[in-house]
């Protein structure tokens, strides 16, 4: 039932992230550039640079194939990715110059993000597996088990469809706000599915438009500095999607 308190502009959940970034820049190209010159070098530690991973490298010496170093990487890039986001967010809208933050309260927030990080990119990759196994199972000759195990796999196609109607939760988590529960926020998002699709995918297609680009033009400069272009560039789009969920709270549950 749709909720007449709540008025949903996909034009202002596109754009006020930009305009977010934009009222900060001097701290997201401060934070930016310190977290951009930390992964790159990161990846050169661990050997993962981005011209290993397009195959433009042709065997050099800072790439390597043993899984467990990318997992490494993986893993130390999200965690870094994590902290960059809550010194982000603060900057934003938590913190004001006479507030101070005690390492517990920051220890708890950086989990609190990370636990966020990895629910979103769990359901962007579900479908992705999903579609992995269905392509290289076995079909069973059994009807009923075959169309179980198709059902199944399946649904994991709606993770990312269910986790949109709780991007304003997620933006609770990343302000430390008093979290709502989650059946007040299906109800607030019941009948915005649409409306919360459209814009979720625009600000998609904008971050994917700008790894895109700053991967192809990291491929004509020097290897340190297109490493560090790629990074800059990725954190810009955690900095997007973190307004994003943000924008998504100031929308749904600004008022309880």
Known sequence: ????????SVFKAVFRPFWMVSDKLGAFCFWGGIFGLVLTGVALLFSAAFDCTLHLSGGQAWCV????????????????ITVFVRLWVEAVVMKDENDSTTFKQTFIGVLKTFLCFMLFMGSIFLPIIATYILFLRVPNPNFVVELAFFTFFALWFLAPFVLMRFYASIGERLEDARPTRLKEVWRKTSGFSFKLLLSTALIYMVVLTLYLSANSSARGMPHYAGLFVQNFILLLNAALVACFMLVQRQIFLSTK
């Open 65 to 80: 194939e043993k899984p467990f170093a990318y997992m490494a990487y993986f893993f130390t890039k999200l965690l870094l």
């Open 1 to 8: 039932m749709l909720q007449p308190e709540v008025q949903y």
